[in-house]
Nanobody, 130 residues
Framework: RVQLVESGGGSVQSGGSLRLSCAVS????????MAWFRQAPGEGREEVAI????????DYDDSAKDRFTVSRDIAQNAVYLKMNSLKPEDTAIYSC???????????????????????WGQGTQVTVSS
């Protein structure tokens, strides 16, 4: 059974950077779509992934584009989310998720919606102060 464990969260000032890690056990990360979601204080989890990585590359939500970078280390069986130029509105619990299913006309794209991901980590808190 695939298990995901996030780490790397913390508190930074606006404009700072953090790198989140998602350790994947029991199944090669390279065979899954891996996605990052977040849940802001007092709100539900955002339904759309902020960043995804699959065999056909990466994809980002507009809120993360040009600031966040998702990557995968096959040897370490881990996925990372490097976040630069952090803003107070990025404050949230960040969770990684995995699923082997694909979509798209050629069947290689990762899903964006949270309900399509079957395995979740416990989340890591990111707090950005102004």
């Amino acid at each position: 059974r695939v298990q995901l464990v996030e780490s790397g969260g913390g508190s930074v000032q606006s404009g700072g950077s953090l790198r989140l890690s998602c350790a994947v056990s029991a199944y090669p990360a390279k065979n899954n779509c891996m996605a990052w979601f977040r849940q802001a204080p007092g709100e539900g989890r955002e339904e759309v992934a902020i960043a995804m990585i699959g065999n056909d590359g990466t994809d980002y939500d507009d809120s993360a584009k040009d600031r966040f970078t998702v990557s995968r280390d096959i040897a370490q069986n881990a996925v990372y989310l490097k976040m630069n130029s952090l803003k107070p509105e990025d404050t949230a619990i960040y969770s990684c998720a995995a699923d082997s299913r694909r979509t798209g006309s050629d069947g290689t794209s990762c899903y964006r919606r949270d309900f399509m991901y079957s395995t979740w980590g416990q989340g890591t808190q990111v707090t950005v102060s102004s």
